[in-house]
């Protein structure tokens, strides 16, 4: 009888999960916010020096494919239907709620559009420059500014390789490279595209590749590293889970541990480098600007300003306002990359001090969210959630990672002000 119930148990949450990932599948934010080619025209036609207009009205002419109202509804029912069939305080209940609230939170951030609302809610999902980690600690703008005083005594030529490699070629080389890392899963497809703002993006299953972007070797490896080997294998994970098949899709809550798993990963592979930092800070100053009352030609000026070509600045500025108007408050998602790396590290670091390291590969399980990680350790002992089956080499052996987190602790510990002075004769 246990066993029945524990079956119809199981059943109720996959009911309620299916009903999410359905519920999500047409929101797109980033296909609902981006500016169309039409505005980088007229931009570089006025000689750069006239704000892009775009703001209520822009938006207006851009119908989205779903209808936000109906979509409201639907989480909306979905919420109640898991109070009345889970309980208040069930734990996948507890996570299946917060995410129906974020989706109507997202839903709400996309009707606003081109208004200040939109900016509001942006950083409720994801963060303001301005929030500490801790109370005390710096700030995610103060950490930009520590990181950009450390990068400013690495000249810019360092590891500059140039980028010779066309998008087609760059798919030849990321596919060959995804075959080798997922061997099970032969649908993972590289492929060019135009439709997006950065060089790459990963979904669920593949990788799109800016159809007119360069790239060299070191760009490849970042891209394999962080699309391929965090982003597409925890969509893969999160499909291959039998019973809590939400944690295929990820919520904005899930985008600052998503990015901040990538970023770590990127430093523990040693795939990182000095312009790869530089881009990421760039990006949180670029955020802090416009939240203190920056304008599109302020961010794109900044953007000038620190060497870049007047086609990347305008493609940096224009990924800080998609969405918002071209003088509001900016779209803050791209505040997840150093506020998720520096989250992430904590929660790793801690997880070894107290010799917790199965929880480590949990992350990888699917599009998981920190808050959840001790309720999705308790699921896999309760079998509704099955362990990640795909896992990069560092976290797939954790030998190294515990040792090289280990030092790391011990390391913060050493004053560097003091070893700079002992050294002064030496280096």
Known sequence: ????????????????????????????VLDAIKWDDGIRDRFFRDGCRKLPEVGPDYYKRRPLSFD??????????????????????????QIMRRMCREYRMVLRMIEGRGTAEFGRISQELYGSASDAFHAGDPTITDLGIMLTESLSNIGNDLGREPKTIAAPEAVAILQEQMDKVFPDDQTVRVFESDGIVADAAAGADYIKIRSDAMFNQRDLKILAVHEGMVHVATSLNGQHQPICTFLAKGPPSSTVTQEGLAILMEVITFASYP?????????????????????????????????????????????????????GLPFTKDLAYLKGFILTYNYIQLAVRQGKLQQIPLLFCGKTTLEDMRTLGQLVEEGLVVPPRYLPEPFADLNALSAWMCFSGFLTNLSLDRIEADYANIL
């Open 1 to 28: 009888m246990a066993v029945k119930q524990s079956e119809q148990y199981q059943l109720v949450i996959r009911s309620l999960s299916d009903r999410i990932v359905e519920a999500q599948a047409p929101i797109r």
């Open 68 to 93: 936000p109202a109906e979509r409201l509804q639907l989480f909306q029912d979905i919420e109640r239907d898991i109070t009345r069939q889970l309980g208040t305080f069930n734990p996948v209940g």
């Open 275 to 327: 312009s790869r930092l530089r881009k990421l800070t760039n990006r949180t100053r670029a955020i802090q600007l416009a939240e203190s009352g920056a304008n599109f030609l302020d961010v794109f000026d900044f953007y000038r300003g620190e060497g870049y070509s007047e086609e990347d600045s305008y493609n940096n500025a224009s990924r800080v306002f998609r969405g918002s108007s071209s003088d």
